[in-house]
């Protein structure tokens, strides 16, 4: 079993930044890929992020690519999500997700383990 736990989310203005990051326990996720959802009130949950467990592939949805950019540190069992020129419609519950797969990452049916979620709020 993998625990994944977020944290630094919070209340940010527009253009500003935010870094989140994952804390996995229970077991090493460094042959895991990595990533994030988010999922705004009302909305369907969708795919933020991801990295392979080498860290040398990185997927991004097109609404935040150029603005976010996820990293791991396999030696602290850690994933990060640095979020740049934030808009009021990045606001949402962002989630920390762990995948025994490599492959169709943006799909949230291949995602094993889920954090409780971070808020991150943009304010105009």
């Known amino acids: 079993q993998v625990q994944l736990v977020e944290s630094g989310g919070g209340l940010v203005q527009a253009g500003g930044s935010l870094r989140l990051s994952c804390a996995a326990s229970?077991?090493?996720?460094?042959?895991?890929?990595m990533g994030w959802f988010r999922q705004a009130s009302g909305k369907e949950r969708e795919f933020v992020a991801a990295?392979?467990?080498?860290?040398?592939?990185?997927y991004y949805a097109d609404s935040v690519k150029g603005r976010f950019t996820i990293s791991r540190d396999n030696a602290k069992n850690a994933v990060y999500l640095q979020m740049n020129s934030l808009k009021p419609e990045d606001t949402a519950v962002y989630y920390c997700?762990?995948?025994?797969?490599?492959?169709?990452?943006?799909?949230?049916?291949?995602?094993?383990?889920w954090g409780q979620g971070t808020q991150v709020t943009v304010s105009s």
């Open positions: 990295i392979r467990w080498s860290g040398g592939s990185r």
């Open positions: 997700v762990a995948s025994s797969h490599e492959y169709d990452l943006g799909y949230a049916s291949q995602y094993d383990y």
């Open positions: 229970g077991r090493t996720v460094g042959s895991y890929a």
